[in-house]
């Protein structure tokens, strides 16, 4: 195999080696010797091989010649002698050289073929700075690159010397099969930004955002944004969940816990997934659903009676006056108040005992603990309809309550009355659910 490597090198050698002397038919040496030795894959001597020459290509034979006056030509294939030897000088030109294991005769078959090398220059072009090549450059370092026209192996380098003439700066690739540029900086031209590919990422200069603009899988094109620069977020996303992760609001860290001082995410005020500061924030135009938690916003409802008939009853203990329109089911949380306000008018039948109170009942059915009552006698047989106003203030405890109002008459014979002959005259509950500071 090393013997076959040298061959290999020695068809290569001519893109490096001086063309001799200026000759009339312009011949070259090849391998800068013209006296050749070729060997098999084994190693041994290739003594019944033979040298097939063509046209760069094709499969046109091209001539090769004996010696250096380029006057004789040899035969193609050319035979190898016992030794495996040639005398091969080429003119001008780029040639196909076929090694093959014996001779074939036109061409060689495919099982005889030792190695193939197309593009070979003939002839060397030399101009004042150097010569050119043109062909297939291979690495002598093991196992170098199968195709394209360089073929480095895995720990080849390639290097420019810096405008300093101080240092050499390479590109290299480590054993993760990653690229390396001494450097560092890579200088890109603003182009315009082409349409992304799908099952391909994008990078580039973009000439009209003056932006590193990129593209993942085909989507449409985004960008790169820097420290110093202004520019505007659309659709982006930050999640500070992981570890490590944290965003800041007006140099302000971002958490989702309460804490004095810090930004908090709005999930624990409102649920909109909105940022806010926590520390005398300015809320505009609020949407609260729910029922609030810890510190924040007050909420209020009112309840009227429905306005079909006056409620009555003979009951001489409470009673719920209307468990749908005049009873509410909430929670009081721990740091909050509930402001209750009941109001309406009375419309007794007799000179006789009445009485309305607001309750905190097992149900909006109940009227298990009274919060809060009042009682009126009338004076005389045919007593007029007498308003009133009941205030209680709850203070939370965390526990779920039924606020109801109630009512009920000193004796069974002389039921009591409520008016409800509108919607706008009718008893009525307000309710303000607010934080205790």
Known sequence: MKRFLIAIAAVCALAFCSAQGARAQNCAPMSGIGDVQFFDNTGNTLSAGALYAFSAGTSTQAPSYTDSTCSVLNANPLP????????????????????CFQNDGATCASGDVLWSQDNVPGVPMSTSSGSSFTGIFISGTTNPATSGILRLASADTICWRNAANSANLCMSKNNNDLLSWANGTFL????????????????GADSGAHRFGFSNNGAAEDFIVGEATVDTFTNKYFDTGGAGNQFFVAGVPITATLGSGSAVLAPALTGTGDAVMQTAPTIITPVISG???????????????????????????YVVVDSTDLSASLTIPVGWKLLINVSGAMNPTYQNGYYVAIADGISTAACTTLLQETEWFPSYASPEVNPFSLTYIYTGDGNAHNINLCFKTSSGSNPASIVNSSSTLAPMMSLVLTPSN
Do not use: N
Request: aromatic share 8%; hydrophobic share 35%; no cysteine.
């Open 80 to 99: 190898l002698s016992s030794s495996g030897r040639a005398s091969v000088w080429l003119t001008s030109q780029l040639y196909k050289l076929v090694l």
């Open 188 to 203: 890109l031209p603003e182009v315009g930004f082409p349409a992304g590919v799908v099952g391909f990422d994008l990078l």
């Open 291 to 317: 029922t609030p938690t810890g510190t924040g916003i007050p909420t209020s409802a009112l309840l009227h009676g429905g306005g079909g008939g006056s409620y009555t009853t003979t009951s001489v203990t």
